[in-house]
């Protein structure tokens, strides 16, 4: 509303100013009308960069509310009705029983959650397993391996549970998954071992 305020007025000036100089064409220009004009040059720059601003607000709101719109959330567990593992190799574990999947990052097709845009995320493993064998569980960034949860092996305790939590900054298109090292298992249920995540903020 201000800057039509001032555009009224600038209309008006360059008016009166233009009648002014019609009226006294046969004398002198007035020295004040020269104030005058050096006033409202000033004032055309002024709005000139009142405009640019409120371009580039404009711009930036845009921006921000594109950003509020992307909404990255899932959560996934192991499914089965058994034991997963052990194995002779390091296996990627696939959480096929899907609970939540906002952004559709997360695959239950490969078990792999990949980045759909830059930011810092947040993700959860949690795990449940016999005492038989060596409970383990790795999350990975790509090929680097962030946080990893266990418990040994044990004769006595015939139940086992863990889990981790991390903050990580990805990229578009990095990766994070679980691993289950060889040699070890984990209970594959649709309530107990669980791999989850969401964006936390863009970057």
């Known amino acids: ?63 921000l509310k594109n950003q509020a719109s992307v909404k990255v959330i899932f959560s996934a567990a192991a499914g089965g009705t058994g034991t997963i593992g052990p194995f002779n190799t390091d296996t990627t574990l696939i959480y096929k029983t899907v609970i939540t999947n906002i952004g559709n990052a997360y695959s239950q097709t490969t078990g792999v959650f990949t980045a759909p845009v830059a930011g810092v995320y947040y993700f959860s493993i949690f795990y449940h397993a016999g005492g038989e064998h060596e409970g383990k569980l790795l999350l990975y960034k790509n090929n680097d391996l962030m946080v990893m949860t266990h418990d040994h092996k044990s004769d006595s305790d015939t139940a086992d549970n863990g889990g981790n939590t991390v903050f990580l900054q990805l990229q578009q298109g990095d990766q994070v998954y679980v691993r289950l090292p060889a040699n070890t298992h984990v209970w594959g249920h649709d309530h107990h071992t669980t791999f989850s995540g969401f964006l936390v903020t863009q970057m």
């Open 1 to 63: 509303m201000f800057l039509f305020i001032c555009l009224f007025i600038l209309l008006c000036c360059d008016l009166n100013l233009g009648q002014f100089e019609t009226d006294s064409q046969s004398e002198p220009v007035c020295p004040d009308s020269c104030v005058l004009q050096k006033e409202l040059d000033a004032v055309k720059e002024k709005l000139g960069a009142m405009e640019n601003m409120l371009r580039d607000s404009q711009s930036q709101i845009t921006e």
